[in-house]
């Protein structure tokens, strides 16, 4: 009888993978449609999530086979995804990053698999979504998976009172960084004012990104014609940069352009605007014109870019 119930619980266990490698697209030749194993897609995970880590680190945390690991990291240099730097504790040590070409790389990838879990989930009603999450906790824990770490921020729609912050923290925060008058807090009010005037939910969001309660950052996605879309005001706060909120941002707004049937994106910035800058372009977004102006008070060259989706 014991062996009898050891078999049926192997068999549905084996059978619950089956059911699962089928349901998030690992049976594929590319994962997710792109031209990465299911393991290189992990491994660009990892260097994209963590802070230059070590191939020993890699290798001890995902459990492969340090040669075979190795050659999946000679082949990401080969298509210059990735660098590698001498470690100045260890001379026998390189710490790993992924360059610029890797992360625009990656960051697809990440975008299209935040979507193929959320379609997924939003075919469940939500107390169907929290049994299946709890359902999936319970195997982790009971497997011996780490215990989740809190999240370091929470992503949310926006409600009353967040368009006067919004206003607010632009005015302030570009006038201590980058100099600009009150005349771009002005132009912030005219774009949110439009936004809550016109807000069409099918085709338009706000994101507000929340830390211990606290709203750290923001940004928007409007309708610019029936197949543009545009992004504004991305901002995130000096004390919760570092913890990849823009990169969220943003890739919230590539995602939800995709669902909405948009074909591309674009969106204005200034040159100055480094930090927004590099997120963009590891977004995959590409600088298609720059203009000087003079505006807030300063001398400018505007940017437009654009990502087609």
Sequence with gaps: MADTEAEQRISTVRRFNRFYTKQIGLLGEGYLETPFSLTEARVLYELAHRERPSATELARELALDAGYLSRILRGFERRRLLRRTRSKADGRQSHLSLTARGRAAFAPLDVRSRADIGGMLARLGPGEQRRLVDAMQTIEALLGGAPAAKAPYVLRPHQPGDMGWVVHRHGALYAQEYGFDERFEGLVARVVAKFVD????????????????????????????????????????????????????????????????????????NSVLRVARRVYQTAGFRRVHREKHRSFGRDLVGETWELSL
């Excluded at 992004?231 to 941002?249: D, F, N, S, W």
């Design 198 to 269: 016109r807000y069409d939910p099918r085709r338009e969001r706000c994101w507000i990104a929340e830390k211990d309660g606290e709203i750290v950052g923001s940004v928007f996605l409007v309708r610019r014609s029936r197949s543009v879309a545009q992004l504004r005001l991305l901002q995130v706060e000096p004390k919760a940069r570092g913890l990849g909120i823009g990169e969220r941002l943003v890739a919230e707004c590539i995602r939800f352009a995709r669902q909405a049937g948009y074909r591309k994106i674009t969106l204005w910035t």
